[in-house]
């Protein structure tokens, strides 16, 4: 059994290793340092230009890899650990990477057809969905997303057809990663998250990170916190 440091850490390069592929799939690459993860251009919308992977990432780690003259740069300070204020950022958000022990009994069986999206079309009608039908944030998603071994872009669908929600999953040797989970208007967000944990692998733990109303849901679908983290910009 893996230990509550050793999933938090593994979390922590599962996130950033689904950074990278959202990178890739807007024709970018970050780079992979032994303390973080740094990309020196823009990265795509809402996702960072550094990631710390280890906790005694300092800030030279994160800083020296970006351009901070570029509006809303942003940091992931994976284990809370750094004071980026005098370098001239702020403090944009805290939340807590959270993480579902393989071997828990089944989460509560999931209502609708929870499949991946296969699809560019399906891929763009989950993407609207999933930016509350905000088309410039569903751009986010390409198709090129849907070619990698390693993503799956997850879709509930009612009886009737209709999207009860999504989530995208990133499969790594020791967790899989659940990112983007979103439930429709008069969908249940406990919904999703049975969807999702009855789509995931059960032999390893399932990680991800929340933050206010959202972490609820995911603790009662059976998650623990196991650590803070913030995200820094400069905006």
Same mark, same amino acid.
């Given at each position: 059994m893996i230990t509550d440091d050793e999933v938090l850490g593994d979390a922590v390069r599962n996130n950033a290793d689904w950074c990278q592929t959202m990178c890739r799939a807007h024709g970018l690459t970050g780079t992979f340092g032994p303390r973080a993860w740094t990309s020196s251009v823009r990265t795509p919308?809402?996702?960072?230009?550094?990631?710390?992977?280890?906790?005694?990432?300092?800030?030279?780690?994160?800083?020296?890899g970006i351009d901070r003259t570029i509006p809303w740069t942003s940091v992931k300070d994976s284990y809370a650990r750094l004071d980026l204020e005098p370098e001239g950022f702020r403090l944009l958000f805290e939340a807590q990477w959270i993480a579902r022990p393989a071997g828990l009994p089944p989460a509560p069986a999931a209502t609708g057809d929870w499949r991946p999206v296969r699809s560019p079309?399906?891929?763009?009608?989950?993407?609207l969905a999933w930016s509350g039908g905000d088309a410039?944030?569903?751009?986010?998603?390409r198709p090129e997303l849907l070619a990698d071994p390693a993503t799956t872009i997850l879709a509930?669908?009612?009886?009737?057809? !209709?999207?009860?929600?999504?989530?995208?999953l990133t499969t790594s040797p020791r967790v899989t990663g659940v990112s983007n989970l979103f439930a429709t208007p008069g969908t249940d967000p406990s919904l999703a998250w049975a969807g999702v944990l009855a789509s995931a692998p059960a032999d390893r733990p399932v990680v991800g990170y929340e933050?206010?109303?959202?972490?609820?849901?995911?603790?009662?679908?059976?998650?623990?916190?196991?650590?803070?983290? !913030?995200?820094?910009t400069t905006g």
């Open positions: 919308l809402y996702y960072p230009e550094a990631v710390t992977l280890t906790e005694d990432a300092a800030a030279k780690d994160v800083l020296d079309e399906e891929l763009d009608a989950w993407a410039g944030d569903a751009m986010l998603f509930g669908h009612g009886d009737d057809g !209709r999207l009860l929600g999504g989530a995208v933050s206010g109303d959202d972490l609820p849901p995911a603790l009662a679908a059976g998650f623990g916190t196991i650590g803070p983290l !913030r995200v820094w």
